[in-house]
């Protein structure tokens, strides 16, 4: 599953260096090792299961990523929210990613703030 989460996480980054913001986005793999990548701006966090539920064919795994902010001492940081589901997994995955936004006029890219924070479980359509 980390490597789709890892390339969840990449996708945003690599937007946000370009400047564009990462829309909600769902990634998902077929046992057979077809790829698919969605992007629905009005997809929300409480949505993803039923969407990812809906995905023919049925992915074996998938995750469903979206951009915010999570507090910390030093106030709100920009953070990824990913969500992974996984075939025969009673539950999915919930993760928070904090991220630094670079600063492109100085040559800093975005990256990943340390390690992913594991948050919550939700429903898994593919259990």
Do not use: C
Not at 13 to 25: A, I, K, M, S, V
């Amino acid at each position: 599953m980390a490597p789709l989460i890892d390339l969840a996480v990449e996708h945003g980054l690599d937007l946000l260096g370009r400047g564009q913001d990462l829309q909600p986005t769902v990634l998902a793999v077929t046992a057979e090792g077809m790829r698919g990548m969605w992007t629905e701006p009005d997809l929300t966090p409480e949505d993803a299961a039923g969407f990812v539920g809906r995905i023919e064919p049925r992915p074996a795994r998938a995750v469903a990523v979206f951009d915010g902010g999570v507090q910390t001492d030093e106030g709100l940081t920009p953070a990824y929210f990913v969500e992974s589901f996984e075939a025969g997994q009673d539950v999915s995955v919930r993760l928070v990613v904090p991220h630094d936004v670079g600063h492109a006029e100085e040559g800093i890219a975005p990256k990943a703030l340390g390690e992913p924070t594991l948050v919550a479980n939700g429903p898994n359509p593919l259990a």
